[in-house]
């Protein structure tokens, strides 16, 4: 007999399709065989989970469930269990009458195969349903998330599926792939697979909306005299040219060079040698500053 699904997720049974959605999320991170390789135990509660998301997620199965119409496992139940066979006063003729208008056949086996009512047409007792969806988390770098690109996913079955990442794909948003879930019941379609892409985090490189920020180590001579550098966006190598005297913290635009259209803001930051040599210890001595920077600094 099929368990309760409202108990394999550990819903009331007036759960929300929200709070059952987010219990099954729960659940299948911890049992999803990915995370369990070889654990049978935990791949079976894997599939009873799945099936009670896709029964209590689906309105008119979850409908039925409730007013007894089909069990745990989607069979119609019996509309005559519990009545001890009592016929309520209809003759033979009636009962003929009724099963033949709702399963199309008479009473005694000529057309249900040895008596049994359900004989031929048993699969009526069993609606269409379809296939749980599956999760899968894949990371990706922050620049093939930029300029998009193609990825392979292991499946449950562990054959390997290419994926395309979209351009200007964010962190946490989801691609579906239709019909790559488990199978479907009774003829129903297959589950999804669903991937959440985790964008990892670059060690100079930051998203801010549709724009990207850059910050550029340059040299005190580059800073001092000026000059064209070279600056690695995810869309190639583009020049970039450094006024002379630039401040540490100065910010420049490339345009076009962010996501989907939008700029990259480049962020100059002066960096020292670790080791100063005595030509550049002089030349900072007998240096002359003018003025003083934290003049107009208070707190």
């Given at each position: ?146 300029k998009g690109s193609s990825q392979q996913v292991r499946m449950a079955n562990g ?68 000059g064209k550098v070279r600056v690695p ?67």
């Open positions: 007999m099929a368990k309760d699904p409202y108990k394999l997720l550990g819903v009331k049974k007036n759960a929300t399709e929200k709070e059952i959605k987010k219990a099954y999320r729960a659940l299948a991170k911890k049992l999803h065989p990915d995370v369990n390789p070889g654990d049978k135990v935990a791949a079976e509660k894997f599939k009873e989970i799945s099936a009670a998301n896709t029964l209590l997620t689906d309105k008119k199965l979850r409908a039925q469930y409730d007013a007894g119409g089909i069990d745990a496992s989607g069979q119609q139940q019996n509309p005559f269990s519990g009545r001890g066979g009592q016929r309520g006063g209809m003759g033979g003729g009636d009962m003929n009458d009724l099963f033949s208008s709702l399963f199309g056949m008479q009473m005694g086996g000529a057309r249900g195969g040895g008596g049994n009512p359900f004989g031929q047409n048993a699969h009526m007792r069993r609606p269409p349903q379809k296939g749980a969806d599956v999760l899968y988390n894949l990371s990706i770098s922050l620049p093939d998330a930029v054959k390997s599926l290419k994926l395309a990442i979209p351009e200007g794909t964010k962190d946490e948003a989801v691609l579906r792939l239709r019909g790559k879930g488990q199978p479907g019941a009774n003829g129903g379609p297959n589950g999804d697979a669903k991937v959440t892409i985790k964008v990892k985090k670059h060690k100079y490189l930051t998203r801010d909306g549709n724009n990207l920020r850059l910050e550029l180590p340059i040299t005190l001579k580059e800073a001092v005299l000026g966006t995810p869309h190639g190598s583009v020049s970039l040219n450094i006024k002379a005297g630039s401040s540490s913290g100065k910010t420049l635009r490339l345009k076009g060079k962010g996501v989907k259209g939008g700029d990259m803001l480049v962020k100059l930051m002066i960096q020292m040698p670790e080791k100063l040599g005595e030509d550049l210890k002089k030349c900072m001595e007998k240096w002359d500053d003018e003025g003083d920077p934290r003049e107009n600094i208070n707190i």
